[in-house]
């Protein structure tokens, strides 16, 4: 899971997107330079899979979805970025 996550580059940017408020599939592809639909849709679904992220959707039309990090994922979220502190100091020790 570790591998899949970490492995696909958008998902740590989709976790500080939802952590600042941008929920929505529509509002993540405006704010990332790169980021295609498809390729946001892969990785929220592959999180929604894992149970970092739950999907809302909303009874209105034009239909309506959000994407919150779950308790787990929060717990996820914060091992993710001590093995990211983790790599800084390991390239500081090197340089």
Not at 46 to 68: H, M, Q, S, T, W
Not at 70 to 90: A, C, S
Request: glycine letters at 6%.
């Amino acid at each position: 899971m570790v591998e899949a996550i970490y492995g696909c580059k958008w998902s740590l940017t989709v976790y500080q997107l939802v952590a600042s408020g941008v929920n929505r599939p529509g509002k993540m592809v405006r704010s990332v330079d790169g980021l295609s639909t498809k390729v946001l849709n892969d990785c929220l679904r592959k999180n929604v899979d894992f149970g970092i992220l739950e999907r809302i959707a909303y009874p209105e039309i034009p239909p309506r979805v959000e994407y919150v990090v779950t308790e787990f994922g929060e717990k996820f979220v914060r091992i993710l970025d001590e093995l990211e502190q983790l790599q800084k100091e390991i390239e500081a020790e090197t340089s």
